[in-house]
């Protein structure tokens, strides 16, 4: 839904979980990555460890390339936030 968030101008935040950035990635990179909730009923309770998002970006790199991460990692959340983030 990264395309309807656009037009409705927020930002979704986009669960690291398997398959969801690949799918976010193919409208774009105007979201962020979160560690949440799983939504499984199977596994009521679960969530994504804080170790999530660096592997997951980590190897998203390897297919995608840096610089649409630096976009969700720093360029998005500076935008919503309103904040600079010194690397």
Do not use: Q
Request: aromatic share 6%; hydrophobic share 35%; net charge negative.
């Amino acid at each position: 839904m990264v395309n309807v968030c656009e037009r409705l101008g927020i930002f979704p935040g986009v669960i690291a979980g398997k398959g969801a950035i690949e799918t976010a990635l193919e409208e774009g990179s105007r979201f962020m990555m979160e560690t949440d909730y799983i939504d499984d009923p199977e596994r009521p309770g679960a969530v994504l460890g804080p170790k999530t998002i660096p592997r997951r970006t980590l190897k998203l790199v390897e297919e995608h390339g840096e610089e649409i991460f630096w976009k969700v990692h720093k360029e998005n959340p500076e935008k919503v936030y309103d904040i600079e983030i010194e690397i």
